[in-house]
């Protein structure tokens, strides 16, 4: 028996004051277009999530790969989990060295008789793998350099949320899900941090008998909740993805003041959801036509 894939991609959930909001969008668009080439003609949701990711980790506007936020010592550390429908996982937290932290988690998972790999041990085990370890300073750009030096100089932090943290879910055409997960991380943070990302249930989440999520957002909220695995349980019974993802938004605002989170869904019933509680969370989509559909700040249903 064929599915019908379904596939939707987020970049973030958070502020995403004075963005070029077209540039964001072309982003997150390009994204889900990578992923949707491989996807229509019958390729893995496993492949089509690390391939968006691998381009939004590629893209300077986006919080995750090039263009992660530094931390306190203005280096990049960054998160990953890959999540797969037969719920197993990989994943890695604090790594430095490596341009695409998914790609090494999916090793973790595919390579590995372990889960989950952190800081210089990561590293090493992607070196140990064929992955080439490149200079911390060649994930940083310009414009972030600039603005740790600013902070440096005021001691002052950065306001806001993290904004760019990038992820993908996919349901293939033999009916299997994925969820994909990549971040810098939240602006300023200190050195060791770990937010949701990389945490099986918290950041990601995917399992074939139900759907699949990816969250984003303020991290010490979403890992206390388990949002994606909350999210994705509560499609159980048929309930659709918006539905699902609605609930566990509503649940948790019903909990913590301002949790100031959002979530991309795909449930095996072939449904899409997408919601989030900050200001703004782009996210791009396949729409039942075939068609990429991109907005910053949508909160409808999807056909
Ligand atoms: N959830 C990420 C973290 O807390 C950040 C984000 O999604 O903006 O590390």
Same mark, same amino acid.
């Given at each position: 028996?064929?599915?019908?894939?379904?596939? !939707?991609?987020?970049?973030?959930?958070? @502020?995403?004051?004075?963005? *070029?909001?077209?540039?964001?969008?072309?982003?997150?668009? =390009?994204?889900?277009?990578?992923?949707?080439?491989?996807?229509?003609?019958?390729?893995?949701?496993? *492949?089509? %999530? @690390?391939?968006?990711?691998?381009?939004?980790?590629? &893209?300077?506007?986006?919080?995750?790969?090039?263009?992660?936020?530094?931390?306190? @010592?203005?280096?990049? /550390?960054?998160?990953?989990?890959?999540?797969?429908?037969? !719920?197993?996982?990989?994943?890695?937290?604090?790594?430095?060295?490596?341009?695409?932290? $998914?790609?090494?988690?999916?090793? #973790?998972?595919?390579?590995?008789?372990? %889960?989950?790999?952190?800081?210089?041990?990561?590293?090493?085990?992607?070196?140990?793998?064929?992955?080439?370890? !490149?200079?911390? $300073?060649?994930?940083?750009? /310009?414009?972030?350099?600039?603005?740790?030096?600013?902070?440096?100089?005021?001691?002052?932090?950065?306001?806001?949320?993290?904004?760019?943290? #990038?992820?993908?879910?996919?349901?293939?055409?033999?009916? &299997?899900?994925?969820? =994909?997960?990549?971040?810098?991380?939240?602006?300023?943070?200190?050195?060791?941090?770990?937010?949701?990302?990389?945490?099986?249930?918290?950041?990601?989440?995917? *399992?074939?008998?139900?759907?699949?999520?990816?969250?984003?957002?303020?991290?010490?909220?979403? +890992?206390?909740?388990?949002? %994606?695995?909350?999210?994705?349980?509560?499609?159980?019974?048929?309930?659709?993805?918006?539905?699902?993802?609605?609930?566990?938004?509503?649940?948790?605002?019903?909990?913590?003041?301002?949790?100031? #989170?959002?979530?991309?869904?795909?449930?095996?019933?072939?449904?899409?959801?997408?919601? &989030?509680?900050?200001?703004? +969370?782009?996210?791009?989509?396949?729409?039942?036509?075939? /068609? #990429?559909?991109?907005?910053?700040?949508?909160?409808?249903?999807?056909?």
């Amino acid at each position: 028996m064929t599915t019908s894939p379904r596939f !939707i991609v987020h970049g973030g959930a958070g @502020e995403w004051l004075n963005f *070029d909001e077209d540039q964001v969008l072309a982003g997150v668009r =390009a994204a889900a277009q990578a992923g949707w080439d491989i996807l229509k003609v019958g390729g893995s949701a496993g *492949d089509a %999530c @690390e391939k968006a990711t691998n381009i939004l980790e590629d &893209h300077p506007l986006f919080d995750a790969g090039y263009g992660s936020f530094v931390n306190s @010592e203005g280096e990049v /550390e960054m998160d990953a989990l890959f999540a797969d429908g037969s !719920i197993r996982y990989g994943a890695v937290a604090a790594v430095r060295r490596v341009r695409y932290a $998914i790609s090494l988690a999916r090793l #973790v998972l595919t390579k590995t008789d372990n %889960c989950f790999f952190v800081g210089d041990g990561a590293d090493q085990l992607a070196a140990s793998l064929g992955v080439p370890l !490149i200079p911390n $300073i060649d994930l940083v750009t /310009e414009k972030e350099y600039a603005l740790f030096r600013e902070r440096e100089g005021q001691r002052a932090p950065r306001p806001g949320l993290g904004t760019g943290t #990038v992820g993908a879910v996919a349901l293939d055409q033999s009916g &299997h899900m994925v969820s =994909a997960t990549s971040t810098g991380g939240i602006p300023d943070k200190k050195k060791g941090r770990v937010g949701d990302t990389p945490i099986f249930g918290a950041g990601g989440y995917a *399992d074939d008998v139900l759907g699949g999520a990816s969250a984003t957002g303020k991290g010490e909220n979403i +890992m206390r909740f388990f949002l %994606c695995k909350l999210a994705v349980d509560g499609m159980r019974g048929g309930t659709p993805a918006q539905t699902a993802a609605r609930a566990a938004l509503n649940f948790l605002a019903t909990r913590i003041p301002e949790p100031n #989170v959002g979530i991309i869904m795909v449930g095996v019933d072939g449904s899409l959801g997408a919601m &989030h509680s900050t200001a703004a +969370m782009p996210i791009a989509w396949v729409d039942a036509g075939g /068609e #990429v559909q991109a907005a910053m700040r949508y909160q409808g249903w999807f056909d």
